[in-house]
């Protein structure tokens, strides 16, 4: 008799252990010695619809995928104002989130912890910060992992630091923004952005050996993405080609930085045509010739440009009316 008894138990609780979720059980009439089997049968059943294991107070965690969550543990239920405050970590970036007002999950605004790079990393991760240092050692760095589109990183130099922007990397450079590397020291900082989880483009580069007080664009750089030219450019710029000038010794030319000439003159003469001859030709081309006529007498006038003018010189008339001349002005290269 004992045997059987032993039999039943163990067939009840083998039933308990693979079973489903079972409403009815534990009943009040069930025995103690065996309740513990239905209850750890269900709560088995709840975790197979949660799809999360069932544990000690504390060791509740919040979704962990790279999607944001649309529905709730049971994969059919819409999320509604009434899960608010449910917690999501993106685990692309590791950023948590919260679902707010029933309209979707929102980053949760806190300061960035600062982080360290890992010694002799030439590829330092920057999955956990937007803050970083990097060791107090010499190294070149040639791509920042984990990068996502859109993210901004600041990075503090400890050491001598090189940023490797000339090589190409997974056929792209990974680091972009000069058209040689760039060469960091202690207390130097270099901002950067990332385009499409691939290229870091950079954006600052700060020399703490310099004065910056005098926000001079030699000693802050502000780079142009493509390979440095409009940084060329500005520190080509110096007081010979303001457009203030304090004189003007006159003449008949002006050159202006790209390249640029401008010609001009009066041509003081009553005649109805004739030819202006340019004190020193243009070295390539004429791009055009504008005449003005004077006016001292209070009539109409007119002159203007007779055929087409070369690099020496250009054909001129006026109505015969004019008696005053004309100013001309002649643009070339």
């Given amino acids: 008799m004992k045997r059987l008894n032993y039999l039943w138990i163990f067939l009840i609780l083998a039933g308990v252990s693979f079973g489903v979720w079972d409403n009815d059980e534990p009943a009040d009439s069930t025995q103690w010695n065996v309740a513990a089997g239905f209850i750890r049968a269900n709560n088995d059943a709840i975790e197979v ?90 190294l070149t760095i040639t791509d920042f992992d984990n990068g996502t589109d859109g993210k901004t990183i600041v990075v503090l130099s400890k050491g001598a630091v090189v940023y490797d922007v000339t090589t190409a990397q997974d056929s792209d450079h990974n680091l972009d923004g000069s058209s040689a590397n760039i060469t960091t020291a202690s207390g130097d900082i270099t901002v950067w952005r990332n385009e499409s989880g691939l290229t870091w483009h950079l954006v600052v580069f700060n020399d703490a050996s310099v004065d910056n007080a005098e926000k001079d664009f030699t000693t802050t750089t502000y780079v142009d993405a493509a390979d440095g030219t409009l940084q060329t450019n500005i520190n080509n710029i110096d007081s010979a080609d303001d457009m203030d000038p304090v004189t003007y010794a006159g003449g008949e030319t002006t050159t202006f930085a790209n390249g640029l000439t401008i010609k001009g003159g009066f041509e003081s003469t009553s005649t109805t045509s004739g030819t202006v001859t340019f004190g020193t030709a243009f070295g390539t081309a004429i791009l055009s010739v504008t005449l003005a006529a004077r006016e001292d007498d209070g009539t109409t006038h007119s002159a203007g440009v007779t055929g087409a003018p070369t690099v020496t010189a250009f054909v001129w008339s006026q109505d015969a009316n004019a008696r005053e001349g004309f100013y001309w002005i002649a643009l070339g290269y």
């Avoid at 060791?59 to 509604?80: C, E, R």
């Avoid at 449910?86 to 590791?94: A, C, G, K, N, P």
């Avoid at 948590?96 to 330092?124: E, H, K, M, W």
């Fill in 49 to 138: 619809v949660l799809g999360v294991g069932l544990s000690m107070e504390g060791s509740a965690s919040p979704w962990y995928q790279a999607a944001a969550p649309t529905t709730t543990a049971d994969g059919s239920t819409a999320l509604t104002s009434s899960n608010d405050g449910l917690l999501w970590v993106d685990s692309d970036t590791r950023i948590l989130s919260a679902y707010i007002d029933g309209t979707g999950f929102r980053g949760i605004d806190a300061v960035p912890a600062v982080v360290t790079f890992t010694a002799a990393d030439a590829t330092p991760t920057v999955i956990l910060s937007s803050l970083f240092t990097t060791d107090s050692g010499g």
